[in-house]
């Protein structure tokens, strides 16, 4: 998710020497202590080596397969505009004919093709971002597009909840202000079902107001995990814990946010890690999969941030930091988030190509399950990824990641054992994939490339992914 001057792709061509190597190590299972680092290899991992397009868009493996469920400018919402620009974070949910996906749109500026400002759907008329959906037949074919939000800001990335909805983030902090009628920086809620239910959008303001990537929610305690995309300083990871009395279910967040003290209900925290001798800064101080940080949580003192960005709100020894904390994804009893980058220039202690944690709220601490190696050679396709984002848990196993990095853009699966391997390959451009997750069944799974705009519906022989040789 690219909203910055800087894009992240410029970023990580800018950027860095050495390293733990070019792929990951470590397990994506609960890890006693601290594991090898394993060198690159061929692709033998996963699915097999990926066969070339001649369509030129996507390389899969053997007997995969892709449709084009939607392109920017091309295809057509069933109100006659254009399938806007930028398809991010997308969930996807189960349906009588198919599945529903709610697809964000990262559009924060002079993108081509805005989120149509349908009567109704539109939270700010001088925003342009929002969410369309599409629902899909079970043989991966469109049925429907159309708008569910407008009049949002940068829709990032989000999350889906256990009660069947989504949780769009916009990644900002733009105030009210020239074309901006309102304060952005908020997360909303889209039912993918029911178009109704979201008319006159609401911002969920008692998650803050702050650059937001991607939610993960408890489906136990309905706690919400929150990632922030952020630098000078970098971004937190922060914990909603539902007030008292709280009923979960479709519309109980909008209904909490619309009470007179729905601003602060519940209570906001940010991520601190503690470690045997002390204070943990920054995420990028782990190095080796394995290491686990002891977590507390420090209150938000303005989750508005009428005056201060939240971020800044506390000093370098209250909270632990993190440059570029993207994706998250609820799986496997935790929160699993992503951080894609560090660099020492932004403050990061050590540097890498992207980091996979997994928060565990029933023994309160946080594991490195992955982590990637500073990556020296991106123009090259030698099993060598950075800049990991968005991210879904696998059903076969593992995860799945979208690169945005530098130089070749892939779907990048773990498995469970840790091993990386190449899912997709853009055969298009370097445009970072975005959007990857699978179909209630497990058939399919969805992903996005953003530029120019393609949402794809994979399918092929699934099954849990090799994990090469040893």
């Not at 759907?121 to 049925?143: C, K």
């Not at 069944?441 to 992914?465: E, H, M």
């Amino acid at each position: 998710m690219t909203s910055s001057p800087l894009s992240r792709r410029s970023l990580l061509r800018g950027g860095a020497a050495g390293g733990l190597g070019i792929v990951v190590a470590g397990s994506l299972d609960a890890i006693a202590g601290p594991a090898a680092a394993r060198p690159a290899c061929r692709p033998a991992a996963g699915y097999g080596e990926l066969v070339p397009d001649p369509a030129g868009l996507l390389a899969l493996p053997p007997g995969f397969s892709y449709t084009v469920l939607a392109q920017a400018g091309v295809t057509l919402l069933e109100s006659g505009q254009p399938t806007p620009s930028d398809a991010d974070g997308t969930g996807c949910f189960r349906s009588p004919r198919g599945s529903v996906l709610v697809n964000n749109h990262e559009i924060g500026g002079d993108e081509p093709y805005p989120v149509p400002a349908l009567a109704g759907l539109v939270y700010d008329p001088g925003a342009r971002g929002g969410t369309t959906t599409i629902e899909v037949d079970r043989h991966g074919r469109r049925l429907r597009e159309y708008v569910s939000v407008a009049g949002t800001h940068n829709n990032c990335a989000g999350g889906i909840t256990p009660w069947g909805t989504w949780l769009t983030c916009e990644e900002t902090e733009q105030r009210a202000g020239g074309r901006y009628l309102k304060d952005h920086g908020y997360v909303f809620e889209v039912d993918p079902h029911d178009r109704a239910a979201n008319l006159d959008p609401v911002p969920l303001t008692f998650l803050g107001r702050y650059s937001h990537e991607a939610v993960a929610v408890d489906p136990y305690t309905h706690s919400i995990y929150l990632t922030e995309d952020a630098g000078g300083p970098n971004g937190l990871f922060f914990r909603w814990t539902p007030p008292s009395g709280f009923r979960a279910g479709k519309g109980a967040l909008r209904a909490l946010a619309q009470r007179p003290d729905g601003g602060t209900a519940g209570s906001l925290a940010a991520m601190r890690c503690v470690r045997d001798d002390g204070h943990v800064a920054d995420l990028s101080e782990a190095a080796t999969p394995g290491t686990r940080y002891r977590v507390e949580w420090v209150e938000v003192p303005d989750r508005d941030a009428r005056t201060v960005s939240v971020r800044k709100q506390f000093t370098d020894a209250e909270v632990t930091r993190s440059r570029k904390l993207e994706g998250a994804w609820w799986g496997d009893g935790g929160a699993y988030f992503v951080a894609s980058f560090a660099r020492h220039d932004d403050g990061s202690a050590h540097e890498h190509d992207g980091q996979v944690w997994c928060y565990d709220p029933r023994r309160q601490t946080v594991t490195l399950k992955t982590i990637f190696g500073v990556n020296t050679d991106p123009e090259a396709d030698h099993g060598n990824y950075d800049g990991p984002d968005n991210i879904t848990v696998s059903p076969y196993g593992g995860v799945i990641l979208a690169e945005d990095g530098a130089g070749v853009s892939h779907l990048v699966g773990v498995t469970e054992q840790g091993r990386a391997y190449p899912l997709a390959r853009n055969e298009l451009n370097d445009s970072e994939f975005t959007g990857p997750t699978f179909s209630a069944d497990g058939r399919t799974l969805f992903a996005n490339i953003q530029s120019p705009g393609y949402v794809f519906a994979i399918t092929g022989p699934w099954g849990r992914p090799g994990n090469g040789h040893r």
